[in-house]
């Protein structure tokens, strides 16, 4: 089954997944309830609330919550392929909110009929029609184009305008979230797989095993995050998987020295002294008492990891080592744009504050989880 029938169910999952936190989040209400303020709560029940944090943390969590719909969904939401060209004459740099003529597009070779089952060309026929139109477009009236179209002329919206080859932006930074988040949460979960467990083994066995651990913590740390990025490139090449493991072998560090000294100040209380005498195995300290215990830590460092990884993509797509194109990220778009500001500043300007929203949203609910440790 291709790619597009994949986003095709998932995206119908995400739908009813949507309607079910719709009716959950209006009990939450009912009850005078903020989202933050059972989340935090659930960590840690001894916490109490402050109505500011509150506020601004499920704002937070209601934003970060839109981004993760947006890239799920983003089949559905999206007007055009974000790598389809429009008629360079006429639709290049058309600013927000313009409109242009189209038409549908049928010179794709589609394999015959014999080539599926009932049930694989139901699926088929469902994908054509929601995700694989494709579309020949331009701004002039004219009633015919090179090759042959089918069903009727339609108008589409530019909402955030075209970029340099006519595409639309809108659904650009669509799939552009698409990718950033996801190769973001990616890169952040390996991340604090890493540091999480390397935090854990040095701090809770310490001796000379701490000691190694932490010069291999030093040396990682000595590189400057550039560099190491760009010698995994030269020697791995450049991909999206290389760039997901030089992301993460320069991001776990911090995880790990932070784990680390949540353990090292945790190890010599009274339950953990008791946990060893009564004969308790090194994952059953770490699982029953040291995790309970330093989960608000845990989340704060995984928000912030996750900013930083998408802020990383963002960064290594703008100097032209991350997403190439004509595959959309936030950074490659705002890269693409530097040479247009003058001339067409919201083929970045859109991105860019996509990519604010973003790292604003996961600080406000990094602040609160912060919050409950207090």
Same mark, same amino acid.
């Given at each position: ?5 994949? +986003? ?9 997944? *949507? ?10 209400? $009912?009850a005078n309830k903020l989202i933050a303020e059972k989340l935090f709560f659930a960590i ?11 506020? $601004? ?30 008629? %360079? ?16 597009? *049928? ?6 009929e014999a080539a599926y089952s009932s049930i694989e060309k139901a699926l088929r026929d ?7 139109? &494709? ?5 002039s009236e004219q009633e015919t184009v090179e090759h042959k179209e089918q069903g009727t ?26 990718? /950033? ?29 701490? &000691? ?30 290389? %760039? *997901?493991?030089?992301?993460?072998? /320069? ?18 209380? +009274? ?18 008492? =040291?995790?309970?215990? *330093? =989960? ?9 990891? =996750? ?5 990383? +993509? ?41 990519? /604010? ?6 600080? =406000?609910?990094? +602040? ?7």
């Amino acid at each position: 089954i291709r790619a597009a029938l994949i +986003e095709y169910w998932i995206a119908i999952f995400a739908w009813c997944s *949507i309607l079910g936190v719709g009716c959950w989040v209006l009990y939450w209400r $009912k009850a005078n309830k903020l989202i933050a303020e059972k989340l935090f709560f659930a960590i840690s029940p001894a916490w109490t609330p402050n109505r500011s944090t509150l506020k $601004k943390s499920t704002f937070g969590i209601y934003t970060l919550s839109i981004f993760l719909g947006i890239a799920v969904l983003g089949p559905f939401l999206v007007p055009l392929d974000p790598i389809n060209q429009g008629d %360079l004459e006429t639709t290049r740099f058309l600013a927000p909110m313009q409109t242009a003529m189209a038409w549908e597009d *049928i010179s794709i070779t589609v394999p015959t009929e014999a080539a599926y089952s009932s049930i694989e060309k139901a699926l088929r026929d469902a994908n054509n029609f929601l995700l694989a139109r &494709k579309v020949k477009y331009t701004r002039s009236e004219q009633e015919t184009v090179e090759h042959k179209e089918q069903g009727t002329k339609f108008h589409v919206l530019f909402l955030f305008g075209t970029d340099a080859l006519g595409r639309d932006v809108f659904s650009r930074v669509i799939y552009g979230t698409r990718i /950033s988040l996801g190769i973001g949460i990616i890169v952040a979960t390996l991340s604090m797989i890493l540091g999480m467990g390397i935090g854990f083994l040095s701090g809770i066995i310490g001796g000379m095993v701490d &000691k190694f651990l932490m010069r291999i913590i030093d040396v990682f740390l000595s590189l400057p995050p550039l560099v190491l990025i760009i010698s995994i490139f030269s020697v791995l090449g450049g991909s999206i998987e290389v %760039l *997901i493991i030089a992301l993460a072998l /320069s991001g776990w560090m911090g995880v790990a020295r932070l784990v680390r000294g949540e353990v090292l100040k945790l190890r010599e209380q +009274e339950f953990i002294l008791a946990a060893k005498l009564l004969g308790v195995s090194y994952i059953g300290i770490i699982r029953n008492h =040291l995790l309970p215990n *330093i =989960l608000p830590t845990i989340l704060t460092a995984s928000v912030l990891q =996750l900013v930083n990884s998408i802020m990383g +993509e963002a960064a290594l797509s703008f100097l032209g080592l991350g997403i190439q194109p004509p595959t959309a990220s936030w950074g490659n778009m705002i890269g693409e744009s530097t040479i247009y500001l003058s001339s067409a500043w919201w083929i970045g300007i859109f991105p860019g504050i996509a990519l /604010s929203f973003f790292a604003i949203s996961a600080q =406000l609910v990094a +602040e609160g989880i912060q919050e409950c440790q207090k």
